[in-house]
């Protein structure tokens, strides 16, 4: 590489009349004989560069640095389609740093017309494509802004484990063999529900959490196994309170990403009005036009029923609610305050509504959270509803009960869903294309050979043995 | 609770004689008949509160709701070690919003003498002490610090999967059952290393993540198996670049915090230097004076050897250096530009220096990265010269290999130790107490019960068996 500083493309336009060093992708080639132009592209910017009879050797997409001559362009041969179709480099020498072969896949297109499997297994490729870069970048911006609102009103951000106990949030665990404690297993995180309200108890009053969770589901197009919540959590808040900071939140964040809202002001609807008018939970309320606009409708539903019905073909369901009640949405929420009693006496458990309160986005839930049960006899009461002994009501949350005996505040939180805050406002259909390295629809790692088979000595440390099924699936 | 609007205490300095709500935790209590005076707590401040005889009630560390009027006190009443020792409360209700029972651990003194075990058991008191109430705010403060700089360096936030692929980081990994693919695992990221690589391939430039990495090994008092670094990774870059941006990243965040640095530019060291010096790579140059200052002493010591002997009682290292070699940091380093020939050859093995950077603070590594090989010539002669046949390295790294042909930019970066530069800007001397929910030194998860044992439905799900140890372990 040469001594001089690299300049970025984007800044080019400032330089002309000087020689500088430009470094980038070969992203077009045009090879005229004596003259050949490429379009280099750095991540600030692209350029067109003019050289002389060795350049045809460079391939597209190949890493070249130039050193050359910034030049104004003649006015008839300014691309005003280009931001910086005003100059253009003159190339005086060139170095390649890394040569491109035959590229597996074509990144110079929107990618959507090749199949998941090559666009995941080559995704270094695949996340050059304009489109991609984009979100990319949409994401982190997303999150900073995010994070700047959430500072701003003075929140701590707190980490918690990922290696934790199995908790009831009603999906299935990923679990985690202890090679120090045989047989046993650590869950990895369905969400810090419970942490961050012992967070709470411990006095923190405003955490938040970019939390990275993951479910062993069933994958489809629109869910994988591993996903990105903001997770906050605050003390001494009613339902009112949190959804105001979270909709303040969510509207400074969007704008700051240039996204743009259908209501300034998050409209409410009561679970039963909008299963009335929509007939579910999640609706989309914008007209054809602000469809096309790209508007973001974000609306609030509240007032959900605490409890429903067991679905005797939902294993999961059928394990939390052995009474026949299973919980709708979350087992530590609290009731709204005019129910309290109900639930206390287990009476009238099929009208008994919770604080939850869900975001919905565009006909897509976005969050959803609710004000905690912070005293021992709501929780217990609501696992009782479920048909939990006292045995097991003390194993699988006997520690949240001690702590809400040494005073924990009234709190209340929420999760939103930012894999999906971001496919809105990318405006794009499947999660997959805002997450870096997704998993493929079948559940393998994105480029990496993963899930893969481990070696008999490390299942031996791991105190386990395979017992493949009888006929293997693929 | 009322529904007056609460006021954070740190704010009743600037509400004398008026009627406000406050709320918070008791932190102590002085029954004097017909006076009951408290210190109520939230996460602003202290005040002193004076209510009458039924106030005797309260517990300490219970919640409660306070309405009253904010008095000036007497000039002679004033306190002047106490930030609002210039008000007191005169307490007209008061509302128990969690009553606490007696405390199985005191949370008024700094908490070391009590054992860890109960400390973690009950993290959400021990959380309460003001000791460790500075330190969570310290590091979201910190973490906020470091962000912000890599914002203004435009730097791109990226998250990378935690359900992966094992690498080959030098350490055990844990392993996670897939169900749907029989037999098969994922590993949980000891680093993102091969992914903040492939986004260089990508195009991204200039990445970072707060990464949370884990690690089945052997557990001490100053690690754990889950720890955060900030990785970061930078395209077009020379091992100068990389240490300028990170010393300038990390003084510019630990000064945001109120941290003292001794040097304002941070010594460079060649390792053979420091080992002659110092006879370690890890060493302190502070003054006594220095040490009781609180003074944070960061250099830099590059030009270590990239291979070393394997230590043949170390598993990790044996499979790793099947030809007798292994690599000292990491094998995805590019060797110094000069010594890149011998690489290539597998000449002068020994004498072969990597661009490795490590990044040490008051006689601990702080951090570390390298220059990578970014030319897949370099990285396969790097696994030939530990003794790998050309199939294995296909297995392990052929994807690597693959993104170096199509266009992986000169690339570098480094990965620091986030929950030790904590540790050191706090003045504390375990990990442990950075964290907030952290492993006991046995493995086991704070206040959740893991690992534990998981249902035979789950085992069959996951085509697992358990093959106990004929003496069990504890």
Chains 1, 2 share one sequence.
């Not at 003649?74 to 480099?89: H, I, R, W």
């Not at 939990?388 to 709190?411: C, K, N, R, W």
Request: aromatic letters at 8%; glycine letters at 8%; proline letters at 4%.
């Amino acid at each position: 590489m040469s001594e001089m500083t690299r300049t970025p493309i984007g800044e080019t336009a400032q330089a002309v009349g000087q020689t500088v060093k430009i470094s980038g992708w070969v992203q077009t080639k045009r090879d005229h004989g004596k003259i050949t132009f490429i379009d280099l592209r750095d991540r600030t910017g692209v350029i067109q560069c003019v050289g002389y009879k060795k350049m045809g050797e460079l391939t597209t997409e190949s890493v070249v640095e130039l050193v050359g001559l910034v030049k104004q362009r003649p006015e008839k041969m300014v691309n005003a389609d280009s931001p910086l179709g005003t100059v253009e480099f003159d190339v005086q020498e060139y170095t390649i740093l890394n040569p491109a072969k035959e590229l597996p896949i074509q990144v110079d297109e929107d990618g959507r017309d090749i199949n998941e499997e090559s666009r995941l297994r080559y995704r270094y490729l695949d996340l050059r494509r304009e489109r991609m870069r984009k979100i990319v970048k949409l994401r982190s911006d997303y999150f900073h802004a995010m994070r700047e609102a959430l500072y701003e009103r003075e929140f701590t951000e707190v980490e918690t484990p990922m290696l934790t106990k199995s908790t009831k949030e009603g999906a299935r665990d990923f679990v985690v063999p202890s090679r120090l404690q045989p047989g046993k297993f650590y869950a990895l995180p369905q969400s810090p529900q419970q942490y961050k309200q012992l967070l709470m108890t411990a006095g923190v009053e405003r955490y938040f959490q970019f939390a990275r969770c993951i479910r062993d589901e069933d994958l489809r197009a629109d869910r994988g196994f591993e996903f990105t919540q903001l997770d906050l959590e605050m003390s001494f808040v009613k339902r009112e309170d949190v959804m105001k900071t979270v909709e303040d939140v969510v509207k400074q964040s969007v704008k700051a990403v240039g996204g743009k809202l259908k209501d300034e002001t998050f409209p409410v609807f009561d679970y039963k009005d909008a299963m009335a008018k929509f007939g579910a939970d999640k609706f989309d309320l914008r007209t054809e036009e602000e469809k096309a606009a790209g508007v973001l409708s974000f609306a609030w539903v509240i007032n959900f029923p605490f409890f429903k019905k067991v679905d005797t073909s939902d294993a999961a369901e059928v394990m939390d609610g052995k009474s026949g009640w299973t919980f709708t949405h979350n087992p530590f929420s609290s009731p709204i305050p005019e129910h309290e009693e109900w639930l206390l006496k287990g009476e009238r458990v099929g009208e008994i509504l919770t604080t939850q309160y869900d975001l919905v986005c565009n006909g897509y839930e976005a969050g959803g959270g609710s004000i905690r049960a912070h005293r021992p006899e709501l929780l217990r009461a609501t696992f009782k509803v479920m048909g939990y002994s006292d045995a097991e009501i003390q194993d699988g949350v006997g520690h949240m009960l001690e702590a809400f005996e040494v005073g924990t505040p009234p709190h209340g939180g929420i999760a939103l869903g930012l894999d999906r805050h971001v496919m809105m406002l990318a405006n794009e259909d499947s999660l997959r294309e805002v997450i870096a390295f997704p998993m493929t629809s079948s559940g393998k790692t994105a480029v990496m050979d993963a899930p893969s088979t481990v070696s008999d000595e490390q299942l031996k440390e791991l105190h386990l043995q395979i017992v493949l099924p009888k006929v293997a699936k693929k």
